[in-house]
């Protein structure tokens, strides 16, 4: 009897399991920086309000640090249906839009108020639906901040960046600012870049405080420079199919759930901006170099023309919307 009764018990669990499976919406999210980063703490927020809100009809699965995917393949495997969520850097879509290049244009934005100004405008949110055609819809922004350069050696004015290799993001605008500096630019993966700084394979790279903090990149950069001249943020993606076949009320609630995922990853961002370039500083691995504005007007100087060159791919009208926001 006691085995019997046991054995409906077990069959009991299995249906509920399988019957709870079978209905419940998986949503693998796919990232590529580290879970103490704005990206990292967003994806994490957004799983564990879905958990308390959705239990048993919506389950999140987070895979940061490019477990699953980095963001060369996250794309395409949002579109197979191998991932749902995403949030890849606005540089990384060029396949699919060249408008959201707009974002790479060195010195477009003066600070975040004026990024997140424009992607709060018209034209900005008009940027989320730039690839619905081709079966990709973006949910929204999230911010991480501004770049920095960081090299083998003190880079304070443009001379300083000649012939030196720079790893940049998948991105023909960034090539290109750095080709204005007569530096050389290499497209590689995120996972790639502290290998390839720490084995000299390349000179220097640009990214955000919290990104170059949480991937260690500070110890093998001797020198950082406060540059601010470009924005990284990012765009929450996902596939039209999946997006658009949720039932009504679960894609509210989950909107929701972004939005408020979005707000705690933009605080985060702000934060570790300055917290984080402060604990790069306290480290002594790296001297991070202060750059006079008449420095920084000869990097905007040289780099300037790359606006033109891609204008006619973005499109003067948008680019003159986000210069505008500042
Ligand atoms: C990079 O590739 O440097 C960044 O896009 C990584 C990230 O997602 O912040």
Same mark, same amino acid.
């Given at each position: ?10 069959? &009991? ?24 980063? *704005?990206?990292?703490?967003? &994806? ?20 940061? /640090? ?38 790479? %244009? *060195?010195?477009?934005? /003066? ?17 989320? #639906? ?23 050696? *003190? ?66 950069? *001797? ?34 759930? %972004?939005?408020?995922?979005? &707000? ?35 990097? #905007? ?21 986000? &210069?505008?926001?500042?």
């Amino acid at each position: 009897m006691k085995k019997l009764l046991s054995a409906v018990a077990l069959s &009991a669990v299995m249906l509920t399991s399988t019957g709870l499976s079978a209905k419940e919406i998986i949503i693998k999210f796919s990232h590529v920086v580290a879970e103490n980063t *704005p990206k990292g703490q967003m &994806a994490n927020k957004f799983r564990d309000l879905v958990a308390e809100r959705l239990a048993g009809k919506v389950k999140v699965e987070v895979f940061p /640090n490019a477990q699953l995917f980095g963001d060369n393949k996250v794309l395409e495997a949002i579109l197979l249906g191998d991932v749902q969520l995403a949030a890849p850097s606005l540089s990384k879509f060029k396949k699919y839009t060249k408008k959201l290049q707009v974002f790479d %244009l *060195p010195f477009l934005f /003066n600070n975040m108020d004026a990024v997140e100004k424009f992607q709060n405008s018209p034209a900005g949110k008009g940027l989320l #639906r730039s690839m619905e055609s081709k079966g990709l819809i973006g949910l929204g922004y999230l911010h991480n901040g501004l770049k920095q350069m960081s090299a083998s050696k *003190p880079l304070r004015v443009p001379a300083d960046a000649n012939g030196l290799k720079f790893r940049i993001m998948s991105s023909d605008v960034l090539a290109a600012q750095f080709q204005a500096v007569g530096a050389l630019p290499l497209k590689k993966p995120f996972s790639e870049v502290f290998t390839l700084l720490q084995t000299k394979a390349i000179d220097g790279q640009e990214n955000t405080w919290s990104n170059i903090y949480s991937k260690k990149f500070f110890e093998v950069q *001797p020198y950082i420079s406060e540059t601010n001249h470009g924005a990284l943020d990012y765009l929450i993606i996902t596939s039209a199919e999946f997006w658009n076949g949720l039932p009504a009320d679960i894609r509210a609630e989950l909107e929701k759930a %972004l939005n408020e995922a979005v &707000a705690l990853g933009n605080k985060v961002a702000i934060e570790k901006s300055v917290k984080d370039r402060q604990k790069i500083i306290d480290s002594g691995r790296s001297t991070v170099l202060t750059l006079t504005p008449e420095e920084i007007a000869k990097w #905007r100087a040289a780099m300037k023309p790359v606006w033109t060159k891609f204008e006619d791919q973005i499109g003067k009208d948008l680019i003159a919307a986000a &210069a505008a926001s500042n």
